[in-house]
Structures are given as structure tokens and as C-alpha cells.
């Protein structure tokens, strides 16, 4: 070959192979050498074969196809196969008297690479299509479904194709349809619940449609219809039940509180009997005590939730009953409240409710003698996302630097701290400028 040819050939985009009449190789070009690793002087004289292991046999015009285009592997010389695509031709040197045969070889690997990850991508794609549980859908840019899954079509049958006034003749379900995919070919995604007939059933789904969007071009739309009848259907009977055990509930709570409030009448009406004021006394303790385990399941009857009340509702009630039942005026003795927003079950209100009745009812009794004014503190708050903080205040005429629960000689005071205990809380007291209750409890 000239300088100009050899020239051409190694300033090309592919590998060359000059090859003799005997299949040897004669010369390569430099592309080819970056190629495969061998440089031209270790490939002249050996074998095609070394090259291209397909070759290995006779070498001729029939065996090699020439003129035919051809894929083959192409051995480099550190074993690594190369995919490649190659045309033999044969030359004839009338100054050399040379004859053989030569090819352009391009390296085809990544492109044959990319066509396989495109087949497996496409292979998953197809089975993820068809295991889906639900109708999938699309359409394209003229309005015709082009891919149904099974589902879908078991749902329709086979509408690809087709538009959706070519799927049923129900004109009412094919003017939603078209309302719902022009909203998608425009670009928004809709959701919604539809009712449709399906083989004489009618049946629920969940319907979505979206745009496919190719850059900021609109080149069909894509939607699902998920069955959710027995969910529905589910739903409602769990809805009936839910109503049957809040108005069971409602009623529970209801003849709880009139049951509270009758021993309450038969404790007025033995009130009347006693001439004892230390015997009415008990009895007025235990009315209130009853009075506030009926607050609770007032409020929970009266509730929208059953279960929980409002705790600073509960407490204002619970003070109001107290100031009536021990005959007091609020303008004699304030109450001062700072209660957090937040709702307790009845396992707690009731332990609650009586630990204030008592503590309450201890400053009410003890705290203001002889008409004597002044103010009472209550206070709940959350420390923490577990820890509550109850204090019950008042700058009444306290109960003396020795005072010690411990030694408790009534039945507040046993009951305080039994409440406590129930509570999972500790309690402290203090007795400068009045007395403090503060407990300290978890939730």
C-alpha cells in the first residue's frame, strides 16, 4: 500500500486487517493495536484465528463470506472478547503481486451492550406490567390505548387501538372518561373513586390518570383503576361497628352516671338523718368524691370521643361542684387556673378527678376558717412527653411545719396517697405561706 492509503487507514474511525491469500495477517493499522493490544509486529505472519477465533479453520473466500456483513468476537490479547462488526473483501496488488483479502473492523461491544440492557430492562419492565394486581393503561398522543396489562384486560377485553367510545356504548361513563383524560392531556393528574359495571357487577375503583411527558411535550396520558370494592364494603362494616360500640358506649357511661347519681340522692336523704356535723361531714366528703367519678363519665357520655375527656373542662366543673357542695362564694375564695390542653382516658381521669377532689376539698375545709378569703392555685402541665406536673395551692392558714402524709389520721389523706400510688406519681408538700400539693406522675 501507498504512504497516502496507509495514512487514510490509520487516521480512520476503525480497525483494519490486511490478510494474505493463507489467512495470515499481514498488517494492521493503529487503530486495530489500541484494539486488541498487540502491536503490528507481533501479529504479522500469525494465523486470523488470533484475532478472530471463528476463522480457525480453512481460510477462503467461501469460508470467511466475503462481501457479506458479519458480527463476530475479536480476542484481545489479554483474553478480554470484544464484539465487533466486519466485511472481508479482496484486494489484488498488481505491483506487488500480492492478493489476500481486508476488512474494517468496528469494536460493537457497548452498543451490543446497551441493546442487551435494554432487552433485560424491557423484559422486567413487561413482567412488572403483567404481574401488576390492577387495570394499567396507556394512551397516546391521539387518544388510543396502546399498552394493557392482563387485568385491564380482563376488566375491557382487548381495546388497543382503540378510543374510549370504541370500549362501551355507556355514553354517561365515556363522557367521565374523555372529562378525565383531556384534564391529563392538559397536563394535570387527577384521582378519583368510580362506580362502573363490570361483567353484571358493580364494582369500585380507585382511578388515576397522569400525563407522560417526553421533555416539556405532552406525548400521551397513563392510568390505573385499582379495585377497591371489598374495601369499601369493609370499611362501611367497620363503620357500623364503630357506631354500634359508641352508641353502646354512650349508653355504658350514661347509666353509669345515673347509677352515681342515685346513691348520691340515697347519701342527701341519710344526710337528713344525721345530727352529727363530723358524720355529715363524711357524708358530704363521699357524695363529692361519687360526684366526681360521675363527672367523668358526664363528660365521656356527652363526648364525641367516648374515651377522653377535656381535662381543664373536668377540673372547672369539678371546682364549681365543690364551691356548691361546700357552700362557698367565689368571691371569698378565688381559684386561680393553668391547665395545658390536652385529653385524658377514664383510667386516669378518675384516679386524677379524686386526687383534686381530695386536695381541693383538704384547702376548702382546712385552708380558709372562720370566713376567712383567699385564693386557690391549680395547675397541671406536660414537662416532658412523659411527665405531668399537678400543684394544688393556696395561701390559707396551712397545716403546720409538721405535717407528714405518712402519719395520715383520715381518709383524704389515705386516699391521696393511694391515688398517687395508683397515678405511678410521687407527691411533696409544702406548708410556707399556706400549703402546696405537688405530684409528679407519668403518662
Known amino acids: 500500500m ?29 487503530i486495530l493495536s489500541e484494539l486488541s493490544g498487540y502491536t503490528e509486529k507481533e501479529l504479522n505472519g500469525t494465523p486470523i484465528a488470533t484475532l478472530l ?26 483474553a478480554e472478547i470484544l464484539q465487533v462488526r466486519l466485511k472481508f473483501s479482496p484486494y489484488h496488488s498488481q505491483s506487488t503481486g500480492l492478493s489476500g483479502f481486508f476488512t474494517f473492523i468496528r469494536n460493537i461491544s457497548e452498543q451490543r451492550e446497551i441493546e442487551r440492557e435494554l432487552r433485560r430492562s424491557k423484559a422486567q419492565l413487561q413482567a412488572a406490567l403483567e404481574s401488576l394486581p390492577f387495570d394499567f393503561w396507556i394512551m397516546d398522543e391521539e387518544g388510543k390505548t396502546v ?22 356504548n355507556n355514553k354517561k361513563l365515556v363522557r367521565k ?18 362506580e362502573v359495571r363490570v361483567k353484571g357487577q358493580k364494582r369500585i375503583f380507585r382511578n388515576v390518570v397522569a400525563p407522560i411527558r417526553d421533555d416539556n411535550r405532552i406525548i400521551g396520558i397513563l392510568g390505573t383503576n385499582i379495585d377497591i370494592t371489598d374495601y369499601k364494603e369493609t370499611q362501611k362494616r367497620l363503620l357500623n361497628a364503630l357506631r354500634d360500640k359508641n352508641v353502646l358506649l354512650k349508653e355504658i357511661h350514661h347509666r353509669v352516671k345515673n347509677n352515681l347519681q342515685v346513691i348520691i340522692s340515697i347519701l342527701n336523704m341519710q344526710e337528713g338523718y344525721l345530727k352529727n356535723s363530723d358524720d355529715r361531714d363524711i357524708i358530704v366528703d363521699t357524695k363529692n368524691r361519687i360526684s366526681s367519678m360521675a363527672l367523668i363519665h358526664e363528660q365521656l357520655y356527652e363526648s364525641t370521643h367516648y374515651s377522653r375527656i377535656d381535662i381543664e373542662e373536668f377540673i372547672r366543673t369539678l371546682l364549681h361542684h365543690l364551691f356548691y357542695s361546700f357552700e362557698i362564694d367565689n368571691s371569698r375564695i ?20 379524686l386526687l383534686i377532689n381530695e386536695l381541693v376539698s383538704n384547702s376548702i375545709r382546712h385552708g380558709f376558717p372562720g370566713g376567712r378569703e383567699g385564693e386557690i392555685f391549680i395547675q397541671l402541665k406536660k414537662k416532658d412527653r412523659r411527665r405531668h406536673f399537678l400543684t394544688v395551692r393556696d395561701n390559707g392558714i396551712g397545716v ?9 389520721t383520715t381518709l383524704g389523706l389515705e386516699l391521696v396517697e393511694a391515688l398517687v400510688e395508683q397515678l405511678k406519681g410521687e407527691i411533696s408538700f409544702s406548708t410556707e405561706s399556706g400549703f402546696e400539693a405537688q405530684v409528679i406522675f407519668n403518662w
Open 177 to 194: 372518561w374523555n372529562e378525565v383524560n383531556r384534564r391529563a392531556y392538559s397536563g394535570e393528574i387527577t384521582e378519583r373513586e368510580i
Open 2 to 30: 501507498d504512504d497516502f492509503t496507509i495514512q487514510l487507514i490509520n487516521n480512520g474511525f476503525d480497525g483494519f486487517i490486511l490478510i494474505d491469500s493463507e489467512g495470515k495477517i499481514a498488517n494492521i493499522n493503529n
Open 334 to 353: 378565688r381559684t386561680l387556673i393553668d391547665i395545658e390542653d390536652f385529653k385524658i382516658d377514664i383510667n386516669r381521669g378518675i384516679p386524677l378527678g
Open 400 to 408: 403546720g411545719v409538721n405535717f407528714d402524709l405518712k402519719k395520715k
Open 147 to 168: 399498552v394493557q396489562n392482563p387485568v385491564s384486560k380482563e376488566l375491557w377485553g382487548d381495546v388497543r387501538g382503540k378510543h374510549p367510545d370504541e370500549v362501551t
Open 53 to 78: 477465533p471463528e476463522y480457525s479453520g480453512d481460510f477462503n473466500s467461501s469460508s470467511i463470506r466475503v462481501g457479506e456483513e458479519q458480527e463476530t468476537e475479536l480476542r484481545c490479547k489479554d
